[in-house]
């Protein structure tokens, strides 16, 4: 019940987050998928080297 309700939190304020300040919202998700892209760039390098 209670990770019910915090999944309900975190989407509520994602779509306040993103209402209230669009380019930071937009930012946030750049970020996080640089770090993902960065992530899986470096992986591959590590894998190919093995």
């Known amino acids: 019940m209670l990770t019910k309700i915090?999944?309900?939190?975190?989407?509520?304020?994602?779509?306040?987050?993103?209402?209230?300040?669009?380019?930071?919202?937009?930012?946030?998700?750049l970020g996080i998928l640089r770090g993902l892209h960065s992530a899986a760039s470096s992986l591959s390098t590590f894998a190919s080297h093995l």
């Open 6 to 29: 915090a999944g309900w939190l975190a989407i509520a304020f994602a779509a306040w987050y993103l209402l209230t300040d669009p380019a930071g919202a937009a930012g946030v998700v």
